[in-house]
């Protein structure tokens, strides 16, 4: 599959870390090291952060993105967000189904579906993060649960808006524990995700798809896995809250 057709996204995921002046002073430091990338870029950051992340943002090729949204357009549900509203502040992006929103929040493929229907509707650019857990893969099951984790999350997505979905292949024992798939694990489930795509909606579609890998990627294993050939960027996690281990890995992407 040709690899020049889609442009890499190498996005942040901060979690539920920084303060809004932190959040402005981390963008004010990634400015310069990544102006002349070659790849989009995105730190997604706390709800409470998005407006200062986006005024310090303004005028430079940093997206902001939220990590989450609700389905509904609005309602009662306490201590949600819906797309729209994230829309309406000017935020591109939003990462939904982080293995953290399935592990503490009872997030289900369903729900999954349910979020980047809406996320679509509102005209927001999806992070969708699918991955098997240690056990799955142990038990030679991520193939399985990785096909059923896309499959359920693209239900009634048509081609069109498929180009705003990020596919983020994240193995759950990979994130944040230091242990990062190798290379060849990681762009193996890239393909099989990518073969999905292609079985779901042509092999064009699946040429367009950018699908990243996330889990434990810093600054030094950038490099080999962004250098495979189904490996089209990086969500990252503790490497995005340094500046210069964050820009490095963007540069890694030039290669
Ligand atoms: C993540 O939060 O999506 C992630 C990949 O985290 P880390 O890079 O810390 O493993």
Redesign the pocket.
């Known amino acids: 599959m040709n690899k020049s057709l889609r442009k890499p996204v190498i996005a942040g995921?901060w979690?539920m870390n920084n303060n809004p002046a932190q959040a402005a002073a981390l963008i004010e430091q990634l400015k310069p090291l990544v102006k002349d990338a070659s790849c989009e870029v995105v730190a997604c950051v706390p709800y409470i952060d998005l407006h200062a992340a986006l005024k310090a943002a303004e005028g430079t090729n940093i997206q902001i993105g939220a990590q989450n949204c609700h389905w509904a357009a609005s309602g009662a549900f306490t201590g949600e967000i819906p797309a729209a509203m994230l829309k309406e502040l000017g935020v591109p992006y939003v990462i939904i189904g982080?293995?953290?929103r399935r592990q503490y929040f009872g997030e289900t493929d369903l729900t999954v579906r349910d979020r980047t229907r809406a996320a679509l509707d509102a005209g927001l650019k999806v992070i969708l993060?699918v991955g098997e857990l240690k056990e799955q893969r142990l038990r030679n099951i991520t193939a399985e649960v990785v096909r059923m984790q896309t499959k359920l999350a693209l239900e009634g997505v048509t081609e069109k808006e498929l180009e705003n979905i990020v596919i983020?292949y994240?193995p759950v024992w990979?994130?944040?524990?230091g242990l990062t798939a190798t290379p060849e694990q990681a762009n193996e489930v890239n393909l099989l995700i990518r073969q999905l795509i292609a079985e779901l909606y042509g092999k064009a579609a699946a040429d367009k798809t950018v699908i990243q890998y996330?889990?434990?990627?810093?600054e030094k294993n950038a490099g080999e896995l962004l250098a495979m050939p189904d490996i089209d960027g990086g969500?990252?996690?503790?490497?995005?809250l340094a500046a210069e281990k964050f820009a490095a890995i963007v540069t890694a992407t030039k290669q």
């Open positions: 995921n979690k982080h293995s953290e993060c983020a994240e990979a994130i944040g524990t996330g889990g434990s990627m810093n969500l990252i996690g503790g490497a995005s």
